[in-house]
């Protein structure tokens, strides 16, 4: 009897011991026993032993559970090791090994298959209790129950509890990071046995997450078959266009490459956050996603840039033979491919992926999880990664030169540029803008003031321009510096009256420039360059509109003093446009203090602390927040953000512009009507700008120190003051146009 107990405590049942579950597949014919986890277990003593006493039932009865436990533990772990139908056979009856062979095959899973061999230790523990009992039953002349209730009593504290987690675990299908998140909270139990079981398992489901660690933050490839890393590849990728297929094989690699690299880095990857285990912080997951796209970068540059870089070494090799003194063919340089491969290992060397190897490996070599050890080794790998990746972008890729550039066309620090190009194309902007011609007539001033201000020494940028409109989708005229001009992404409408005001830049970054400048931040460079271009626009308006108007005056003088006529006639003529000219005068001391705003105490001051920060800082990723804080500082300190202010703004600037024009056509069309809407106008738009910037709200707020400066030169003799003062309805007094057309009547 007692060996037929032993053999019932691993799992074997024969006549005094029994499975009900193996009556019931009798009587109903189960097709599927081993997939159904019993709350209860089912070992039971066959109910025809009349030699047992009711004490020893009743120990017996409490020793079977263990055997029970024992064998739903075993079948789960043969289950996912994915053993053979063979091997199998040994866990289950041949009808049923086929079945969980093909099972298990549609379910794989490595963490459990990694919890699996966890749980054969476990159980090759409790094994070897169990054959200790059998040696202490057969040295023992008078064996006894109590024997084997004294060797396996531990047990009984282990094997329920891990019993209950694999029900769990195949009811639930939990998986992945989901199944170490299980297991880290099972851990937190009173009950020390237990705690060891569990936490060696969790062990055994690290080693899995380390290995993935390990090929993601070494070599940068994601090594997750069965979708359980808290990463993930990203399932709509940008497929190539098919219009691709035409070029040559060479255009092809390098459009393939160049796309592949930035949409890995852009939307290739993300945190997948059903398979984040709850206590690696969120801060942690995006460092390791980071990590890995970096060395992903790092390991495998574009095309392009390896022939750039191979032959710019060669280059180098050819001077240095050349200062020696050695002539010869420099038969290399026929062959620019040549040492492409070794780009990659310079960008990112061995030595520092065996760091990171080392680190990992120090991690999954301790036998408990210890998150603050994990977090630092993980910001270490992120450090040297984003140091790696700082060397690629800041120095290889002349990243200042070209944060430089940006500052020049985006944000107007080229004003001799711009200055020609709005001159250059005044008289075209005073119609709106033409589908069927907008490119040809936007080429010509662009090209003419780069042609004035862009000398042969200066290191010429790839710079387009094109309209945007709101009213339709985006229509971009691409007219480049150096390559000439193309259309792109145009529709069958005609533009807007006011389209000119949506005149845009496009700025090409060839990689890996495009890690930096995404076009998230193309974006809202673009949103400030806008409306400086606008803010622009309308300042030279007004100035145009004066020195018009005082070359007509000066002209008309002339004239006079050479027809030697009266000059009464000539005099009421300069007199008129008085009032205007007042006008004019606030407008542009408005237009002139706001420019002066943006451009030295926004843009200037935020530019040297970009440059501070570039010039210390050797990490990638502190690069990006402080360049992020300069763009979110000059959209801020603009007023950008505030839609009220803005509105307030746009208004303004087009009040300007039909002030000037209207001007332009006084002598031919005297609108005296028209001019006094526009100036009662501007007075309620510049009296509720600056009630608004002089709030507690934004003057007493740090999101735009130097806002207070700009308002004091605003209202350096409490002129703005006295106007606004009140409600928003006060106005300025208006010129009486009307008593002047009536005096020249």
Not at 533 to 551: F, P, V, Y
Not at 616 to 639: K, M, P, R, W
């Amino acid at each position: 009897m007692l060996h037929e107990l032993l053999l019932a405590l691993v799992g074997y049942t024969g006549d005094l011991v029994i499975d009900e579950r193996d009556e019931r597949e009798t009587l109903f014919d189960s097709s599927d026993p081993i997939s159904d986890f019993p709350v209860e277990p089912t070992f039971k003593l066959a109910p025809d032993l009349s030699f047992l006493q009711p004490s020893e039932r009743d120990v017996i009865q409490r020793l079977l559970p263990l055997g029970f436990y024992y064998r739903e533990l075993d079948h789960f772990a043969a289950k996912h090791r994915h053993l053979s139908s063979f091997q199998l056979a040994k866990h289950y009856p041949h009808a049923q090994a086929t079945e969980v062979q093909k099972e298990s095959s549609g379910k794989t899973s490595v963490y459990r298959r990694a919890i699996a061999n966890g749980i054969i230790e476990i159980l090759s523990v409790y094994r070897s209790a169990v054959l200790q009992v059998e040696q202490n039953l057969l040295s023992d002349p008078m064996p006894i129950l109590a024997t084997v209730t004294h060797g396996l009593n531990k047990f009984d504290v282990v094997l329920p509890p891990i019993y209950e987690l694999i029900a769990e675990i195949e009811r639930e299908d939990i998986r992945g990071g989901q199944l170490l998140n299980l297991l880290h909270k099972r851990c937190h139990c009173g009950i020390p046995e237990l705690q060891s079981c569990i936490q060696r398992l969790l062990w055994h489901g690290h080693q899995v997450l380390y290995n993935q660690l390990a090929s993601w933050m070494v070599y940068g490839i994601l090594q997750d078959p069965h979708g359980e890393f808290f990463i993930r590849r990203q399932d709509d990728r940008d497929i190539e266009n098919e219009s691709s297929l035409s070029v040559t094989t060479e255009k092809l690699m390098y459009k393939s490459s160049e796309n592949a690299a930035l949409t890995d880095w852009n939307i290739g990857f993300h945190i997948f956050l059903e398979m984040l285990p709850e206590y690696i912080h969120m801060q942690i997951a995006e460092a390791i996603l980071f990590a890995g796209k970096a060395v992903r970068v790092l390991r495998n540059p574009t095309y392009s840039f390896r022939v750039h870089e191979s032959i710019f070494q060669q280059h180098i090799l050819r001077g240095a033979q050349r200062a020696q003194g050695s002539i010869g063919g420099f038969a290399f340089l026929k062959d620019p491919l040549k040492g492409t491969n070794r780009i990659a290992d310079e960008l990112f060397p061995q030595s520092e992926a065996d760091k990171i190897e080392e680190m990992l490996l120090g991690l999954k070599q301790s036998s408990e999880f210890h998150k603050r050890s994990f977090e630092s080794a993980v910001n270490s790998i992120c450090t040297v990664a984003a140091n790696h990746l700082w060397q690629l972008v800041v120095i290889r890729a002349d990243l200042n030169g070209h944060l430089k550039a940006l500052k020049d066309y985006f944000l107007l620090a080229k004003g001799d540029f711009f200055q020609c190009f709005l001159e250059g194309g005044r008289q075209l902007m005073r119609l709106p803008p033409r589908l069927s011609t907008a490119e040809a007539d936007l080429m010509v001033p662009f090209q003419l003031a780069a042609l004035k201000t862009i000398s042969e020494e200066d290191k010429i940028p790839s710079i387009g321009i094109g309209i945007t409109s709101s009213e339709m989708n985006l229509q971009k005229m691409k007219v480049d510096v150096n390559r000439g001009a193309s259309l792109q992404g145009v529709t069958s409408s005609e533009f807007s009256v006011d389209g000119w005001d949506g005149i845009a830049l496009e700025y090409s970054v060839d990689w890996p420039l495009q890690l930096f400048f995404t076009p998230e931040v193309l974006s809202k460079y673009l949103k400030v360059f806008q409306y400086l271009i606008r803010l622009k626009r309308t300042q030279m308006e007004l100035e145009k509109s004066w020195a018009g108007a005082m070359h007509q005056d000066h002209a008309d003088f002339a004239n006079h003093r050479r027809e030697k006529k009266n000059c009464f006639p000539s005099q009421h003529r300069r007199i008129r446009p008085r009032p205007m000219w007042q006008v004019r005068e606030h407008m542009t001391f408005l237009i002139r203090n706001l420019q002066f705003y943006i451009q030295v105490d926004v843009i200037e001051s935020q530019w040297n602390l970009l440059q501070a920060h570039v010039q210390t800082s050797n990490d990638f990723t502190e690069l990006v927040s402080f360049h992020q804080g300069y763009l979110s500082a000059l959209i801020s300190q603009s007023f950008l953000d505030i839609g009220s202010v803005s509105r307030i703004l746009d208004s303004i600037m087009k009040l300007c512009l039909q002030f000037c024009w209207n001007i332009e056509q006084y002598e031919t069309n005297p609108n005296l009507s028209e001019l006094e809407q526009i100036t009662e106008e501007f007075n309620k738009k510049s009296n509720s700008l600056y009630t608004i910037l002089r709030s507690s709200r934004l003057a007493g707020s740090q999101r735009a120190p130097f806002l207070r400066q700009f308002l004091m030169r605003l209202n350096y003799n409490s002129f703005f003051e006295a106007t606004a003062r009140g409600a928003l309805n006060v106005v300025r007094p208006r010129p009486n146009f009307t008593s002047l057309q009536q005096t020249h009547a």
